[in-house]
């Protein structure tokens, strides 16, 4: 099975991330699109998942056509924004919009918080809320789309690198399936076909001072009863399908592989974005279905050094 490793450059499109995304760990693509991969190889699967969209990391640069693909995330914006970079003719009107809103100077600190109130707001038009969720992405802090940065706002974005990044994305999303809300809805519907992959990569759990906490800065929140409700579904009899969560180590994921019902592999070193430190911590895949070593990156020496730090 040593094509995993021969074939990585083969699995990848080239391009570059549509929209910078809080918690957009570029490190831990390569690793988990070998890991996709291999799950779709080896169990001949159909269709493919992304369920906490994010970034849409996974459907721009995994290289795969073979197999129908979903990508559904809550966050309206975010949604319209990959919708239109389907459409060349919206795509057009997109970049123009981000353009016009983006101007040097143009956006304050008042203007910026109208922004996040419109683009969140159900009359907002779709394309226009993707817009806006581009340009508050970009003028915020560690692209949280919360806090004002003072510094990008004034660098204002250009518009002919922006339209170069997208431009490709047009064929690369032809034929994905956007959907949004709650992951819950395509999860119960591909949760019972032996044909799907699903991967789920919700707001984190973190372990501070032995407490699991939920973490902050999400305009949808994602509480720890929400984590238990999505974990007993993928553990449940019914589920069918091969599924893959992104976490941290946490005690109540962790408690799911004590009781043999989850496995648990480490996937990479990741800079805590909020840190300003270059502060790391290790990343890890739950997963329902074992992941044989030699698709698995290798464990750092200092592993545990790592992971001790506060
Ligand atoms: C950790 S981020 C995903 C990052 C993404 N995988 C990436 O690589 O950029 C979690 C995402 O889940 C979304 N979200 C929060 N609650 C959700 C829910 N109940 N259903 C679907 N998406 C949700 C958030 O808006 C956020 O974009």
């Known amino acids: 099975m040593l094509h995993n490793w021969i074939k990585d450059k083969d699995l990848l499109n080239g391009v570059q991330s549509p929209i910078p995304t809080l918690g957009g760990k570029s490190v831990l693509m390569k690793p988990l699109i070998r890991i996709f991969?291999?799950?779709?190889?080896?169990?001949?699967?159909?269709?493919?998942?992304?369920?906490?969209?994010?970034g849409n990391r996974f459907h721009t640069h995994y290289n795969n056509y073979r197999i129908e693909r979903i990508g559904n995330e809550k966050d309206r914006g975010l949604i319209s924004f990959y919708r239109a970079i389907q459409d060349p003719e919206q795509l057009d009107y997109l970049i123009r919009g981000i353009g016009a809103f983006s101007r040097p100077g143009l956006v304050t600190k008042e203007v910026f918080e109208d922004f996040k109130m419109w683009r969140r707001d159900p009359s907002t038009d779709a394309v226009d809320s993707a817009i806006l969720t581009y340009v508050v992405s970009k003028y915020s802090r560690a692209a949280n789309r919360q806090d004002f940065c003072n510094l990008k706002a004034g660098e204002g974005i250009n518009i002919g690198n922006l339209r170069r990044k997208l431009t490709p994305l047009t064929r690369i999303y032809r034929d994905v399936q956007f959907l949004n809300g709650g992951y819950d809805k395509p999860f119960n519907q591909l949760v019972h076909r032996e044909d799907a992959l699903i991967y789920l990569d919700p707001p984190y759990l973190t372990d501070t001072d032995g407490n699991t906490k939920e973490t902050e800065g999400y305009d949808d929140a994602f509480s720890t009863a929400d984590h238990i409700v999505m974990l007993n579904g993928i553990t449940s009899e019914s589920c069918k399908a091969k599924v893959i969560i992104s976490n941290y180590f946490n005690e109540l994921y962790y408690d799911y592989v004590r009781r043999g019902l989850l496995n648990c592999?480490?996937?990479?070193?990741?800079?805590?974005?909020s840190s300003g430190t270059g502060r790391k911590r290790p990343e890890f895949i739950f997963t329902n279905y074992p992941i044989p070593e030699y698709v698995l990156p290798p464990i750092p020496h200092d592993f545990r050094y790592y992971?001790?730090?506060k």
Not at 267 to 272: D, T
Request: hydrophobic share 45%; charged share 20%.
């Open 307 to 309: 992971e001790g730090e």
């Open 37 to 54: 991969d291999h799950c779709i190889g080896e169990y001949v699967l159909r269709i493919f998942g992304d369920l906490f969209l994010g």
């Open 265 to 273: 592999y480490f996937v990479g070193m990741v800079h805590v974005s």
